[in-house]
């Protein structure tokens, strides 16, 4: 994968043409303009009318940039934002607005706004703004390139294979879902239904959450050097243990390694 592209001028285009953007405005007519504008630039665009959409669209297509106005019905362009910031998403925000108001700007540079651009839109400053966004994602895309795994769905599969079969024979129970999932130098594993029987008797006469959920914790600390070495084995990479997450009520345990490059 060669990400150096992006300094030759002559491929500028081609970053902004990788990517995902969703467009949120409610002036039909100019909705119109700029995302026929925006669709001979960029990869895909989606359109939304009000800052309710915005989330659904965002949700269901988790775009690499957003270009919004401030006046939404519904939900206003910056408390769309702050949603989806809380949802520990940073995507690039470029906000459109008709006024230039002070404390509106700087209530969207604490929503974590990038840009502020005033209506009616200069196109070429656009275009401009996403350039720039565009080749620093990309510039990041690169630098984590490291963690790239073409065959990453083969590799899942195996370390899920291997991870059930680890967990049944140490537990004497097999779960009865493992994901697996690699993403940014992490990789996850969450599985569904893995509490031994004995746990269970333990849990309906005792209702000790606590007991139960140290155990399993000491259980995978146990087993972190067997589990990081198979996943070594499957990566070619060293793996840290960085997190465990149990939840006894619905009966799942996630594991949250850390990928070396």
Known sequence: MNHSHHHDPAMQENTLKEMKVLYVEDDQATAEELSQFLKRRVGKVYVAKDGQQGLELFEENRPDIIIADLFLPKIGGI??????????????????????????????????????????????????????????????????????????????????????????????????????????????????????????????NFHNFAII?????????????????????????????TETEINLKQDRNKLIFRIGV
Do not use: W
């Open 79 to 204: 408390e769309m934002v702050k949603a989806i910031r809380s949802k520990g998403f940073e995507t690039p925000v470029i906000i459109t607005s008709a006024v230039s108001d002070s404390n509106v700007i700087l209530s969207a540079v604490d929503a974590g706004i990038l840009k502020y651009l005033l209506k009616p839109i200069r196109t070429t400053e656009l275009l401009k703004e996403l350039t720039e966004i565009a080749d620093k994602i990309s510039d990041t895309a690169s630098r984590s390139s490291e963690y790239f795994f073409p065959n990453k769905k083969d590799l899942e599969s195996r370390v899920k294979k291997e991870f059930s079969a680890m967990l049944k024979a140490a537990t004497g129970k097999g779960p009865r879902d493992v994901i697996v999932f690699i993403s940014h130098g992490t990789l996850e594993i969450c599985c569904t239904e893995v509490m031994t029987p004995y746990e269970k008797t333990l849990l309906d």
């Open 213 to 241: 959920e140290q155990n399993r914790r000491l259980f995978y600390q146990i087993m972190d050097h067997k589990f990081s070495e198979m996943i070594r084995q499957i990566l070619e990479r060293d793996v840290h243990l």
